[in-house]
């Protein structure tokens, strides 16, 4: 059956074969299926879905699109965290180096930004020199040597995603519970982790807006985890307002960074940072239990051991790790505006959407498949929900390149504040845990 064929199908609601499947995903890999083929059926996709058959056939597909590495002749348990992506979700460049520093080894084959989220290959490239297309010798031997390793997609690991995550970042196709699977799962089977903790987001700055999505998102990686033999624990979190403080690429590796060096870091980015790592442990048997996991990451957290791990990985990948020492390497844009409250109360929302929108406005996310993103833009969030703030009281900086363009960005960041008279609760971060069953 022809591409075109293949579309119309998937537009009239049709379950698709194994085999169309197949020819759609080498198709586009070898170039023979144009980028609008491609996006036309990637839309029909996720308007009329797939079901459990059609999306694992869809993740072999995407896996076999490249090598499947076998990493069994790297010593110790490999133990990966994969997020469906959020706004201010910096969790990952924390985390990899905390749990390789626990002793386990972390392969992650990572994404860049998607839609309104940003993406860990695109702030880990505002490092200077930092490289994320290694070889998967390289890749191997970063494992083997210090235990951890962030990667893209390349030639010759899962290409597939390579193609189609670039496609749905600009074509609206993200928010679909099928491809999301297939593209994470999909890496996951490809990189040879044994185990995965998903971060499953919920709320205005993820794509899944609701706790049932987010719920039947779960309970299809996991099942599709099993089918694939890997062991899957899957977290439901918060994504309502940003996680931590910074969003932009830039600015989120220098928050990554403060809480490595143990500063004073924003509670729900150190819960979800925290809680993902202690999964990872317990997955990978470096504990008993949760709170003997707890401990550890904690103590590793603290004795610093984490931010060594992070200097290790710059220099393997080829950046600058003296960022670690000295943050503001990593560069600041031209212009700083703040945004201040012109009302007296307690911050009631900061909506992630927005907030996510509006550092993609200044140039963090792309708009065409061939836009290079502004590393080095953001927004700063002053307060968070929960927060008391006076009239006149900075709710965020801006970090922008334009004037016009900071501007805007200024006013769109204003309205994704609620202030309110009476307190309100931050809100709960794990709201709750799957597992294959
Ligand atoms: N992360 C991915 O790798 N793919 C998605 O589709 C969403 C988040």
């Known amino acids: ?13 049709v379950e698709l074969s194994k085999d169309e499947i197949g020819s759609f995903v080498s198709g586009c890999v070898s170039g023979t299926i144009p980028d609008y083929q491609a996006s036309a059926l990637l839309m029909a996709i996720c308007v009329r879905g797939m079901g459990f058959r059609e999306t694992l056939g869809l993740t072999e597909a995407m896996a076999s699109s490249g090598a499947r590495l076998d990493l069994s002749d790297i010593p110790g348990r490999k133990v990966d965290k994969h997020s469906t992506g959020g706004v201010g979700d910096k969790v990952s460049i924390i985390l990899a180096p905390l749990v390789a520093s626990c002793g386990l080894v972390v392969p992650m084959v990572s994404g860049r930004g998607l839609a309104h989220t940003g993406g860990t290959l695109d702030k880990l490239e505002s490092i200077p020199g930092f490289r994320t297309n290694l070889s998967l010798t390289q890749f191997k031997a970063n494992l083997r040597d210090i235990g951890v390793s962030i990667i893209s997609q390349t030639e010759e690991l899962v290409p597939a995603d390579r193609k189609l995550y670039a496609l749905r970042d600009v074509t609206g196709t993200v928010a679909s519970i099928p491809l999301i699977a297939a593209s994470i799962m999909s890496k996951k089977a490809s990189e040879g982790t044994d185990s995965l903790v998903l971060d499953i987001k919920v709320g205005r700055g993820g794509f899944m807006k609701r706790a049932d999505q987010a719920r039947e998102l779960g309970h299809l990686m996991t099942r599709i985890g099993r089918e694939m033999g890997l062991t899957v624990v899957a977290l439901l979190t918060s994504a309502e307002q940003p996680l931590g403080k910074a969003v932009g ?20 980015l150190l819960e979800v940072t925290l809680e993902l790592s202690s999964h990872m442990l317990l997955l990978g048997g470096r504990a008993h239990d949760l709170g003997e996991a707890r401990n550890l990451v904690r103590s590793t957290l603290q004795s610093g051991r984490g931010l060594s791990k992070l200097r290790e990985l710059i220099g393997r990948q080829g950046g600058d790790s003296s960022v670690v020492e000295n943050p503001e390497r990593l560069g600041r844009p031209e212009f700083q505006m703040e945004v201040t409250s012109r009302e007296t109360g307690y911050v009631a929302q900061v909506d992630a959407l927005e907030i996510g929108l509006a550092s993609n406005q200044l140039g963090a996310g792309r708009e065409t498949i061939d836009q290079e993103v502004d590393r080095s833009v953001g927004i700063f969030l002053a307060k968070k929900v929960g927060e008391e703030v006076s009239r006149g009281e900075r709710l965020a900086t801006i970090y922008a390149n334009s004037q016009a363009k900071g501007e805007e960005a200024k006013e769109r960041v204003y309205r994704a504040f609620k202030i309110a008279k009476e307190k309100a609760k931050p809100p709960t971060m794990v709201i709750g845990i799957l597992r294959a069953g």
């Open 1 to 13: 059956m022809g591409i075109c064929e293949i579309i119309e199908k998937k537009r009239d609601g």
């Open 249 to 268: 690429n830039s600015l989120e590796v220098q928050e990554a960074i403060s809480v490595l060096r143990g500063e004073s870091a924003s509670e729900d």
